[in-house]
């Protein structure tokens, strides 16, 4: 995970330790920023206020999130835009990905919301939580696949859980589809 911090002077050689001891690098320009309460917000992504004088729910907070994307899948939560507002978004609760023009989406359970990351870079990061490319514009994950349907020319359709929308495999993606499920 990489944060933005913004902190007092006399915080931040104590903060950047234990955050770098749990394995949270700093980066300015991270979408992430830890902001000590008194201290300008920026004006772009999501930021986490903490009292300067109680470290101890802060550092929970960071092992709780750990905690949970340390079995065996990797990310446990991405960060999504929904209007003005940043929303952290459990994987499990993401249906798809997708990419319309130069943006990209998820479609949660509870509605559509921005991604600031590329199509390509979701596919390398959320492999190991069971997406996959299904077409140059959708990441599914195979959680919500209800059923796979044989459909014209080798490709394949696929209906999601609860869902009316249907996502073609296009023929250039079929056979890894197939290869990750191991079809």
Not at 7 to 31: F, H, P, V, W, Y
Not at 73 to 90: Q, S, V
Not at 135 to 157: C, T, V
Not at 162 to 181: A, H, N, P, Q
């Amino acid at each position: 995970m990489r944060l933005s911090l913004v902190c007092s002077d006399s915080n931040r050689k104590s903060l950047m330790e234990l955050l770098t001891a749990r394995g949270i690098l700093i980066d300015d320009t991270a979408s992430v920023t830890l902001l000590e309460r008194g201290l300008e917000e920026p004006k772009d992504g999501l930021v986490i206020i903490f009292d300067s004088d109680r470290f101890d729910p802060l550092l929970a907070f960071f092992e709780e999130i750990q905690s949970e994307g340390a079995g065996e899948k990797g990310k446990a939560f991405i960060i999504a835009k929904r209007g003005d507002n940043f929303e952290l978004l459990r994987i499990e609760e993401i249906l798809y990905f997708f990419a319309d023009g130069n943006f990209v989406y998820c479609q949660a359970r509870s509605g559509r919301l921005e991604v600031r990351k590329k199509l390509y870079a979701l596919e390398r990061e959320l492999t190991e939580n069971g997406f996959v490319r299904v077409n140059k514009s959708h990441l599914i994950n195979i959680m919500e696949i209800h059923e796979i349907i044989p459909w014209f020319a080798g490709r394949l359709l696929l209906k999601l859980k609860g869902e009316t929308e249907e996502i073609e495999v296009s023929r250039s993606y079929v056979r890894s589809f197939k290869d990750f499920l191991g079809m």
